[in-house]
């Protein structure tokens, strides 16, 4: 199953749905105001009710909803850097225990909606990313369970500007609206394993990053067990895995991204997202 968070044009509201190949089912419609969300639907383990809605017809086709973050209101945003061999192999990192930085909400980019890159860089990098969204509560976990706690994957495009992150991370990552977030998640029941993931990135449709989730330092679960043991993990929380190597930052030469160019991310058994640079 593929769920989507969504603004509706006509109606002038948001949702969030089950996506079918036309469009979507309406799931806040259907729950209304007590599940009025995907963090909401998390939070309160309904996620196996939504299987009663899967044949249902579509209420509204992709023409007449502009997409969301996939969970647009995260209340945690980790980030896992230096996490692929080739990506280690570039910045020549040598710490053993996960680079960990945060994001904040207001950073995100739904699907379609364009990267702002900010007037002061010259250096906006792209990072195509898989994006584990968490489904139930997850303190101080072990790796053998922590992918129970899981309740889908997304695409992530980790926008950076370098010359602000080389200073901390933490500046060079939030700024307002470089952070793609979509198109939808795929629950977990769909992926049992994500270490099997084909994932792509595409600038101005050259593919400038191929490799598989097979190649993390750290794999899904070992990040979920090192997070957790420090700090607690809810439902609708986001943890983004880290970016394979062919970044713009570390080819001869530089390769950035500017206003009007095309940026891709495609993760297998998920989907493909999209935006401009604006």
Not at 98 to 118: E, G, I, M, Y
Not at 186 to 215: C, G, H, M, Y
Request: proline share 6%.
């Amino acid at each position: 199953m593929q769920l989507c968070s969504f603004y509706l044009i006509d109606q002038q509201r948001k949702s969030y749905g089950i996506v079918q190949q036309e469009g979507v089912i309406d799931i806040g419609l259907r729950l209304g105001a007590d599940c009025p969300d995907l963090k909401t639907l998390l939070q309160r383990g309904a996620l196996s009710d939504l299987d009663a809605y899967v044949s249902q017809p579509i209420d509204h086709p992709f023409s007449a909803i502009r997409f969301l973050p996939v969970v647009e209101n995260p209340g945690k945003v980790f980030c896992v850097g230096m996490n692929y061999a080739d990506k280690r192999k570039e910045f020549a990192e040598t710490i053993e225990a996960p680079t960990l930085f945060v994001r904040f909400a207001d950073s995100l980019a739904a699907h379609q909606q364009p990267l702002l890159k900010p007037i002061t860089t010259q250096e906006f990098d792209y990072e195509g990313e898989l994006a584990v969204i968490i489904g139930q509560a997850a303190y101080q976990v072990k790796a053998a369970d922590a992918l129970q706690h899981v309740a889908g994957y997304s695409c992530f495009m980790d926008a950076t500007v370098r010359d602000m992150q080389f200073t901390w991370f933490t500046a060079g990552k939030n700024w307002q609206q470089t952070g793609g977030f979509g198109p939808w998640m795929t629950t977990a029941d769909e992926i049992p394993d994500p270490q099997q993931l084909a994932i792509k990135t595409w600038l101005n449709q050259r593919e400038v990053q191929n490799d598989t989730t097979a190649s993390m330092v750290h794999p899904v679960a070992k990040i979920i067990e090192y997070i957790s043991a420090f700090s607690p993990l809810s439902p609708g929380d986001v943890i983004i895995t880290g970016s394979p190597g062919g970044v713009g930052k570390k080819r001869t030469p530089p390769l950035f991204m500017f206003p009007g160019d095309e940026i891709e991310v495609e993760i297998e058994k998920i989907g493909r997202l999209h935006h401009y640079v604006a």
